[in-house]
Structures are given as C-alpha cells and as structure tokens.
C-alpha cells in the first residue's frame, strides 16, 4: 500500500518541478522530457508522437536497466497512459498511444520483477552504512 504522502507527490508533482537535467538516462539526461510528454499529451501527429515515445522509451529503459530518469518518467507516462485511454475511442492516435504504452509498461515491470529476483552481492565490507 502507498503512503499516503507519496501518493501526494506523485499525483502533484509538476513536470516542471522535476530537474530533468540532472536524471541520468540510457543516452544522457532526461533534459527533453518534458519536451515529448507535452508531444504525446497532445496526441495530434501521428509521427511526432512515435519520435517521442522512441526517445522516451529508450532512454527511460535499456536492456533490462532503468535509470534515475525512470521512476519520475513513468509518473508523467502513467498521465498520458490515463488521457490516451480516455480518447482512445475517438481519437486513433491516442489509441495507439494507449497501446504501446501499456507494452511499455509490461516492459517496465518485467525489469523490475527481474532485478528484484537477481541475487545480489554482499555490500563491500568498507562501504557498508552504519
């Protein structure tokens, strides 16, 4: 079950609250995030929404690894996700949209679900918080 403050956060946090520049992703930094969410939050142009979910997707996830720009992506894509199926029925690019999303989502929890199945090492005996 969520905290309640977290689910706060989350549900208010604003894009632009978000310090984009500094989230390491799989080619760089999240600096043009905002950028492609506002691209797939229109859902007008069938080309310009698949170039922004390419460049989202890929660098939010990368063979398996997620980064510090994935948590606070997904936050801004579970949005989208909600708007593209409110006007999936009218609208064939939020269709799509809603479509690829929730691949991308299961792509995401699998990740997850494989990473918290790994067996980790012993944390550096020098290195161990006290």
Not at 86 to 101: D, T, V
Request: net charge negative; hydrophobic share 40%.
């Amino acid at each position: 079950m969520m905290k309640e403050e977290n689910k706060a956060y989350i549900t208010g946090l604003d894009v632009r609250d978000v310090p984009w520049h500094r989230l390491t992703t799989a080619y760089g930094r999240g600096t043009d995030f905002p950028v492609y969410f506002e691209t797939l939050f229109k859902m007008d142009d069938l080309k310009a929404v698949k170039k922004a979910l390419y460049e989202l997707t890929t660098n939010m996830e990368h063979q398996s690894t997620l980064w510090h720009g994935t948590p606070f992506g997904m936050i801004f894509m579970s949005r989208v996700l909600i708007e593209a199926l409110n006007k999936s029925e009218q609208n064939p690019i939020a269709n799509f949209l809603a479509g690829e999303l929730l691949d991308f989502f299961n792509c995401i929890l699998q990740c997850y679900h494989d990473g918290d199945e790994m067996e980790h090492a012993d944390p550096l005996p020098f290195f161990l918080i006290c």
